[in-house]
């Protein structure tokens, strides 16, 4: 059973920052591609950011410039480091890990207000 735990979501207002962390125990960390995904109310589910195994990143156009995608593949642990941060980034945020078939952790609220 592989488990995907993020952390570090909560509130902030406009213009501030939030660090938010996925921790997979999937194995062959290293091999797999991890991506950030945000849902916001009524709001389909949306890639936010990816990262590969060689560390090729890739934006949505909405965050880039703001967020930054990183991993540490020696501590199995992926980071979304989130700037400048809007109202419109309020969401439920998911971490994916590509390991088997693909595994979700639960969602971290993030919220900001104006």
């Known amino acids: 059973q592989v488990r995907v735990v993020e952390s570090g979501g909560g509130l902030v207002q406009a213009g501030g920052s939030l660090r938010l962390s996925c921790a997979s125990s999937a194995t062959a960390f290293s091999a797999n591609r991890m991506a950030w995904y945000r849902q916001a109310p009524e709001k389909q589910r949306e890639l936010v950011a990816s990262i590969t195994g060689g560390g090729t990143t890739n934006y949505a156009d909405s965050v880039k410039g703001r967020f930054t995608i990183s991993r540490d593949n020696a501590k199995n642990t992926m980071y979304l480091q989130m700037n400048s941060l809007k109202p419109e980034d309020t969401a439920v945020y998911y971490c994916?890990?590509?390991w088997g078939y693909g595994y979700w952790g639960q969602g971290t609220q993030v919220t900001v207000s104006s």
């Open positions: 994916y890990t590509s």
